[in-house]
Every structure is written in structure tokens, then in C-alpha cells.
T-cell receptor
Framework: GESVGLHLPTLSVQEGDNSIINCAYS??????FIWYKQESGKGPQFIID?????DKRQGQRVTVLLNKTVKHLSLQIAATQPGDSAVYFC????????????????FGQGTILTVHP | NAGVTQTPKFRVLKTGQSMTLLCAQD?????MYWYRQDPGMGLRLIHY???????AKGEVPDGYNVSRLKKQNFLLGLESAAPSQTSVYFC???????????????FGPGTRLLVL
């Protein structure tokens, strides 16, 4: 039968192109967002984060944009390289009681990015 | 620093067998977590710990137990494995910064578990 993994959104780009990976989050009270990269057979690796009081944050070759109005998060990767091929997850954190959330995150299912040389 | 390490990397169990997954972190993090990852389901929190000697249930705790006897270690136990527990298990840790927020969890490499 069809692998459930094939239901993940996919993005294929050519090496050197810019990539944009999108994520819709669910909780308007979420205050912190993270993008993770997961290569095959490895654990999620932190890429970049952003707090809800910001709408843009830049890292090395990556930019995260946050649109709270429509609860949308995007990750932009400049000059995409074959080594960027992976599954990319967004995660949102909601504040818990007393303003602490103990890092409990809600993860999206991910987007498969494939970069062709 | 090794970061977050997990043992074993891979294990096959028969239904009803028990096992313990080990997680260690050398970053002096207060918080530790166990997640499971299944195709199409994303990462789901099983149990977590906010400090040595404390544990709490996450989103999918049934069939699992945990212990945090030392700050650097977080153990996940399966008392009677079931095929539904076939998954990839990730341990993570994070640190409370000054103020009230907990920062980004760092993940281990994962343990692949197959229950027959």
C-alpha cells in the first residue's frame, strides 16, 4: 500500500534556487515557533526560531517569516544546496499555566525538500 | 559536548517483552522529553521531566513509564511491548533561561524500535 510518508507535502528545487517552505499553525496563543531540519535516519536539528513579537528573523541563508493574522509561518532558504535535502518541521509552543510551557511543542508533519544538482 | 545521546540505536522486541531506552545529555539541561515519531503523525510527546526526580505525562503516555533519577539521564520503559509501539523514539532536552521561557529542545539521534 501507499506509504503514509508520501502524504507529506513535497518541494523539489534546483541547486542554487531559493526555497520557501510553508507551515500553518493552529493556536493563536502560541508565542514561540521553531523550524527543525531532519535528515534521513537522524534526529531533528534546530534551524531557526522566532518569537511571536517578531515577524521576521534571519539566520545564515535562512529567514523565517511569521504572519500572526493568518497563523502562517514560512522558512526561506537562499541558494539551496543538495545538503539541504531533508524533511523540515515547524513547531509551535503555547504558554502553559503561570507563563511556562516547559518546552512542550506541537509539531507539524513536515515538508520534504529535495534539491536536485 | 556529545549533546543528547540515546541507546540503543535499534531494537527488535516480541510482543509482551519489556525494555528500557536510555537517554543522556551533557548540557546540564533541566528539562528532558521523550517523543515518538510515526509516519504522517509528526512528533508526539510521551512523557517529560522538568527536573531530577520529577516526571509528567505528555500527549501519548499509555504503555510507557519514565524515570529521572539523575539530572543528565531520562529513561523510557516499555513494560509489555505491543506492535502499536513500533516507532522511532527521540529524546530531547532543553534549558530554562533567565525569565519564564524554556528554550529550544535539542534532540538525540533516535532509537528505532520494532515490536513483532
Amino acid at each position: 500500500g501507499e506509504s503514509v510518508g508520501l502524504h507529506l507535502p513535497t518541494l523539489s528545487v534546483q541547486e542554487g534556487d531559493n526555497s520557501i517552505i510553508n507551515c500553518a499553525y493552529s493556536n493563536s496563543a502560541s508565542d514561540y515557533f521553531i523550524w527543525y531540519k531532519q535528515e534521513s535516519g537522524k534526529g531533528p536539528q534546530f534551524i531557526i526560531d522566532i518569537r511571536s513579537n517578531m515577524d521576521k528573523r534571519q539566520g545564515q541563508r535562512v529567514t523565517v517569516l511569521l504572519n500572526k493574522t493568518v497563523k502562517h509561518l514560512s522558512l526561506q532558504i537562499a541558494a539551496t544546496q543538495p545538503g539541504d535535502s531533508a524533511v523540515y518541521f515547524c513547531a509551535e509552543r503555547s504558554q502553559g499555566a503561570g507563563g511556562t510551557s516547559y518546552g512542550k511543542l506541537t509539531f507539524g508533519q513536515g515538508t520534504i525538500l529535495t534539491v536536485h544538482p | 559536548n556529545a549533546g543528547v545521546t540515546q541507546t540503543p540505536k535499534f531494537r527488535v522486541l516480541k510482543t509482551g517483552q519489556s525494555m528500557t531506552l536510555l537517554c543522556a545529555q551533557d548540557m546540564n539541561h533541566e528539562y528532558m522529553y521523550w517523543y515518538r515519531q510515526d509516519p504522517g503523525m509528526g512528533l508526539r510527546l510521551i512523557h517529560y521531566s522538568v527536573g531530577e526526580g520529577t516526571t509528567a505525562k505528555g500527549e501519548v503516555p499509555d504503555g510507557y513509564n519514565v524515570s529521572r533519577l539523575k539530572k543528565q539521564n531520562f529513561l523510557l520503559g516499555l513494560e509489555s511491548a505491543a506492535p502499536s509501539q513500533t516507532s522511532v523514539y527521540f529524546c530531547a532536552s532543553s534549558s530554562r533561561t533567565s525569565g519564564r521561557s524554556v528554550e529550544t529542545p535539542y534532540f538525540g539521534p533516535g532509537t528505532r524500535l520494532l515490536v513483532l
